[in-house]
């Protein structure tokens, strides 16, 4: 049992190191299926499954309490995923008017801003000291209305460029997100104890799982990211800091915590895109540089998340030095 425990303990240690710098690991595994792309070739059409596999893992990490969050705050929990359904979406759909997207592309984009908030977000929340759960409980509303959502927002959006089918986006939502995340919420209720001492070890199925959707994306697309690299790496960072920056402000409009404000910026600006990898290689075949933008958006979100962790760290350490200068000077 000792051992066991022991490799348990291991397991999540490898698991958070990996989680943390998920980015890092993005980058380096992308260069190896960018130069060796043959070896990566078979994963495309597995794409679904991996991101069924990830969002299964979420669910298991869903505890009875998380629910309870959601029906405790629901003002914030709402407010921050209107922000997020509308926010990005938009934002998306302008970028790829004004800066004149190809039809493929433009279509990624808008994939990208439609789609549920990242689990990512969680650990930048906590990482930047915001509220963790707000974060949690907005991941977790947004994913569960997403299979309404997402599709009607894409179809609205991108109908402009691509013929949209409907129901076959909710078909693909619901395959891909809702079950397997009801399916581990389920399995997590019935077998909590065992869930729990694995609890370290469920990050890393998500990881193992997000990476290597990216990587068959990068592998089959290694030739075109040459010629249109650029230009789908700005309107990512485009899209993320405007997400970023109006979900801060909007935030603060509604004159809510230092902590809460950090959350809402945080789940506004990093999505889910590997559901959006998964729904432009699901639904829409016909343009395969669709794919590019969600694998993009998946190394970029975590590393501007990063960046404003930061940036959110420094400012309440500054805080908290200027209120102990000024309480001992009050003295």
Known sequence: MNEQNSVLNIIGKVSG?????????????SAIAFTHPQEFMWIPQYTALFLGTAMFGMGLTIKREDFQIVFSRPKEVISGCILQYTIMPLAAYLLAVVMNLDTDIALGVILVGCCPGGTASNVIAYIA??????????????TLIAPLVTPVLVYLLAGSWVEVSFMAMVLSVVKIVLLPVLAGIILNSLFHETIVKLGGILPLVSVVAIVTIIDGIVAVNAAKLMSCGLIVMLAVVLHNGIGMALGLGMARLMKV?????TSIAIEVAMQNSGLALALATANFAANPLATLPGAIFSVWHNVSGSIF????IKEVEEKQKLELKEHAIAK
């Open 17 to 29: 190191l990996l989680s943390k710098y998920i980015a890092v690991v993005i980058l380096i595994t």
């Open 129 to 142: 000291k915001g509220d963790v759960p707000l974060s949690v409980g907005m991941t977790i509303t947004s």
């Open 257 to 261: 915590s230092y902590a809460k404000e």
């Open 309 to 312: 962790a930061s940036c959110r």
